[in-house]
């Protein structure tokens, strides 16, 4: 049998309070959650006026009574920003490889990967981070065909051939 947590009156009451503190705004909706279980509320109840799942109800109410308020202010998500570089290094960094483009030398995503894990001190088993960097820098990736596409098959340039050779 799973084990029931119980939240106090006193807890909702302190909890209520807490709600009202503006810094506290991004997680109201916690606070609120485990504020109407020790109101007496049942979880399904909290998950209609909520909108969060049962199991999820209970998950915040479990978290509340083993690590108590500071348990609620985090929602588990890291940060978004990953940035290796800022723009301004981003811009050095692939400065060097713009001047071997403009001297007549094209530089390879292979090339580039590389020089970004010496730079960043990371090394990387996938390019998709730098393909990644290099579309939020502007950087296309172009890659000559090996044939125009368009390209006649053998017997239609032989019979060209045969009809202007005249």
């Known amino acids: 049998m799973p084990k029931t947590y119980e939240?106090?009156?006193?807890?909702?009451?302190?909890i209520r309070v807490e709600m009202e503190r503006p810094e506290n705004n991004r997680f109201y909706k916690r606070l609120l959650t485990v504020a109407l279980r020790g109101e007496g509320k049942e979880?399904?109840?909290?998950?209609?006026?909520?909108?969060?799942?049962?199991k999820r109800?209970?998950?915040?109410?479990?978290?509340?009574?083993?690590e108590g308020l500071s348990a609620l202010a985090s929602?588990?998500?890291?940060?978004?920003?990953?940035c290796n570089m800022t723009k301004e290094e981003a811009a050095e960094f692939l400065g060097n490889f713009e001047a071997e483009a403009?001297?007549?030398?094209?530089?390879?995503?292979?090339e580039i990967s590389i020089a970004y894990d010496e730079k960043?001190?990371?090394?990387?088993k996938s390019k998709s981070t730098v393909y990644k960097f290099l579309?939020?820098?502007?950087?296309?990736?172009?890659?000559?065909?090996?044939?125009?596409?368009?390209?006649?098959?053998?017997e239609a340039i032989e019979a060209s051939?045969?009809?202007?050779?005249n």
């Open 7 to 14: 939240v106090t009156e006193k807890s909702a009451q302190e």
């Open 75 to 82: 929602d588990g998500r890291k940060g978004g920003n990953n």
């Open 120 to 124: 960043t001190g990371k090394e990387r």
């Open 43 to 54: 979880n399904k109840e909290i998950s209609e006026i909520t909108g969060y799942h049962v």
């Open 135 to 154: 579309h939020d820098n502007d950087w296309r990736i172009v890659v000559p065909k090996r044939q125009h596409p368009q390209k006649a098959s053998d």
């Open 161 to 165: 051939k045969k009809l202007t050779s």
């Open 102 to 110: 403009i001297r007549g030398r094209i530089p390879t995503v292979n």
């Open 57 to 66: 109800v209970s998950q915040l109410v479990s978290c509340f009574c083993n």
